[in-house]
């Protein structure tokens, strides 16, 4: 599912071609690559996190990629699951680190991503077509 909608964004397309998809191959497969890799070493990392600290290895599991790769469908359904093998509380824990990871991307992403577009000078398409966009920095200009 991740692939697909990453694909999206890359442009991919299924049409005939070479390779898998004629357009935006190497974004797709490098991404998918690259969340891959960030997955599982967010796992690991939770892992070791949490033996240094004492506790049980599964709460690295609970707090790393089930939630914040997942969001809180895959919190809520794989909390039961860790609770079977041996963590109390897995579905309160995965909910709680979900919500945490989506205030927390929220609370940093706007400010990083308005960042990024004061940077680079970034503009939509519809503001290079003459479309006003209410921009306030326009306004005052």
């Known amino acids: 599912m991740n692939m697909f909608f ?25 991404m998918g690559l690259l969340v891959t890799v960030l997955v599982v070493l967010q796992d690991v990392l939770g892992v070791i996190l949490s033996k240094a600290f004492g506790l049980n290895p599964l709460l690295g599991i609970a707090t790393g990629s089930i939630p ?7 919190a809520g359904a794989f909390g039961p699951v860790l609770e079977k093998v041996g963590l109390d509380n897995a579905t ?35 503001t290079l077509e003459g479309v006003k ?5 326009e306004e005052e200009n």
């Open 92 to 126: 309160t824990i995965a909910l709680a680190s979900a919500t945490f990871g989506l205030v927390s991307g929220g609370m940093l992403g706007g400010p990083v991503g308005n960042h990024l577009i004061r940077k680079y000078k970034l503009v939509s398409d519809a």
């Open 68 to 74: 914040l790769v997942g969001g809180h469908g895959t």
């Open 6 to 30: 990453a694909s999206l964004g890359y442009t991919a397309s299924l049409k005939t071609g070479k390779g898998i998809f004629k357009t935006g191959s190497t974004l797709v497969i490098k």
């Open 133 to 137: 966009l209410g921009n306030k920095d």
